[in-house]
């Protein structure tokens, strides 16, 4: 079994001392939600645990427990995203310099193979615009270079159920409602045209490969590969299974969006639930949501968020090991 920390939210940055108590504990109760009534309870054994996809924007308060993860016999990696945006854009984010430290510190810890940098959403407006982008990538990619395997990519998507004028909204960003605000969204966020996907992902792809970094992007519908971009699997089983040094015997996630190439794996998070606040994500539906999730969240709890009910029934979770064995090596 893959397990992804998390689609849904930040875990490593927002929630990692409930994560590991709940790696202590070995299993964890999650909500299915699309279903709040069904509940499962999924064991986190080593021996059922064949690989952990952390996703982060500052794993920095994961950091500490990597040691204690690596010697109680889990394999990781992370999707590690870093963008050159400010406060308007993801308010709740420390300072860019010290995550780009923190990437590095990452790097050093656990290898650049265990880190997959995702430059993602591509954000176009009047201020970051394709020139921008294109300094701004070209400097992180010589700053981090030697500390990543990868580079994923996308460009923001205007989700239908949120729709422009209702980012900031969702995200928790505390001025939400306000006119002024949605005016300032509306300057902030609007769909890439075909010409400036192209143009950058022609950057991108030129810039990282001759620094030896390939460039993939994530659900884009897009066929950019004759620009050099490659289709992106977030939970990926080659990379997977180069970590572990055998095979998984895994199935294409058909639970995903189109265009996807993740392979199946099961996601421990909740969402609105993330305090980064990132003005077009898609985890958080309103402040009012987040806060009475948080106020509710418990770090020594089973579930992220709240608790089982009364009357509430919990699936076990049929969960077991996809490790096909090691690679043979030649004689």
Same mark, same amino acid.
């Given at each position: 079994?893959?397990?992804?920390?998390?689609?849904?939210?930040?875990?490593?940055?927002?929630?990692?001392?409930?994560?590991?108590?709940?790696?202590?504990?070995?299993?964890?109760?999650?909500?299915?939600?699309?279903?709040?009534?069904?509940?499962?309870?999924?064991?986190?054994?080593?021996?059922?645990?064949?690989?952990?996809?952390?996703?982060?924007?500052?794993?920095?308060?994961?950091?500490?427990?990597?040691?204690?993860?690596?010697?109680?016999?889990?394999?990781?990696?992370?999707?590690?995203?870093?963008?050159?945006?400010?406060?308007?854009?993801?308010?709740?984010?420390?300072?860019?310099?010290?995550?780009?430290?923190?990437?590095?510190?990452?790097?050093?810890?656990?290898?650049?193979?265990?880190?997959?940098?995702?430059?993602?959403?591509?954000?176009?407006?009047?201020?970051?615009?394709?020139?921008?982008?294109?300094?701004?990538?070209?400097?992180?990619?010589?700053?981090?270079?030697?500390?990543?395997?990868?580079?994923?990519?996308?460009?923001?998507?205007?989700?239908?159920?949120?729709?422009?004028?209702?980012?900031?909204?969702?995200?928790?960003?505390?001025?939400?409602?306000?006119?002024?605000?949605?005016?300032?969204?509306?300057?902030?966020?609007?769909?890439?045209?075909?010409?400036?996907?192209?143009?950058?992902?022609?950057?991108?792809?030129?810039?990282?490969?001759?620094?030896?970094?390939?460039?993939?992007? /994530?659900? $884009?519908?897009? #066929?950019?590969? %004759?620009?050099?971009?490659? @289709?992106?699997? +977030? *939970?990926?089983?080659?990379?997977?299974?180069?970590?572990?040094?055998?095979?998984?015997?895994?199935?294409?996630?058909?639970?995903?969006?189109?265009?996807?190439? /993740?392979? $199946?794996?099961? #996601?421990?998070? %909740?969402?609105?639930?993330? @305090?980064?606040? +990132? *003005?077009?994500?898609?985890?958080?539906?309103?402040?009012?949501?987040?806060?009475?999730?948080?106020?509710?969240?418990?770090?020594?709890?089973?579930?992220?968020?709240?608790?089982?009910?009364?009357?509430?029934?919990?699936?076990?979770?049929?969960?077991?090991? +996809?490790?096909?064995?090691?690679?043979?090596?030649?004689?």
């Amino acid at each position: 079994m893959i397990v992804s920390v998390s689609r849904r939210t930040d875990i490593p940055c927002r929630h990692s001392e409930w994560f590991m108590n709940r790696i202590r504990a070995g299993y964890v109760v999650v909500r299915n939600p699309m279903n709040h009534g069904q509940i499962s309870r999924i064991p986190l054994s080593p021996e059922t645990v064949d690989g952990i996809v952390f996703w982060s924007k500052d794993p920095a308060p994961l950091m500490p427990y990597l040691k204690e993860l690596s010697d109680r016999g889990y394999r990781y990696y992370f999707q590690f995203t870093l963008t050159p945006y400010g406060k308007n854009l993801e308010p709740g984010l420390r300072d860019k310099k010290e995550i780009e430290d923190c990437f590095r510190e990452l790097a050093r810890e656990i290898g650049r193979e265990r880190i997959i940098w995702r430059y993602d959403p591509v954000v176009v407006n009047e201020v970051l615009n394709p020139a921008y982008h294109k300094r701004e990538f070209a400097r992180l990619c010589r700053e981090l270079q030697g500390c990543m395997r990868s580079i994923t990519i996308s460009f923001v998507d205007m989700y239908e159920k949120r729709g422009i004028g209702n980012a900031a909204q969702r995200s928790g960003c505390p001025e939400a409602g306000s006119d002024a605000l949605r005016l300032r969204e509306e300057k902030l966020l609007r769909p890439v045209n075909k010409e400036e996907m192209e143009e950058l992902a022609a950057f991108f792809s030129r810039t990282a490969s001759s620094m030896g970094i390939p460039v993939n992007a /994530c659900c $884009e519908e897009a #066929d950019l590969s %004759a620009l050099g971009v490659g @289709r992106a699997a +977030c *939970i990926d089983k080659a990379v997977l299974e180069e970590i572990l040094g055998g095979k998984l015997r895994l199935k294409p996630d058909k639970g995903q969006r189109k265009g996807c190439g /993740c392979y $199946e794996s099961v #996601d421990i998070g %909740a969402y609105n639930t993330c @305090r980064n606040g +990132c *003005i077009y994500c898609y985890a958080n539906h309103s402040p009012r949501s987040l806060e009475e999730n948080l106020r509710k969240a418990d770090k020594q709890g089973e579930l992220l968020v709240g608790s089982v009910r009364e009357g509430e029934k919990v699936r076990e979770r049929k969960a077991v090991s +996809c490790f096909e064995g090691q690679y043979e090596l030649p004689l």
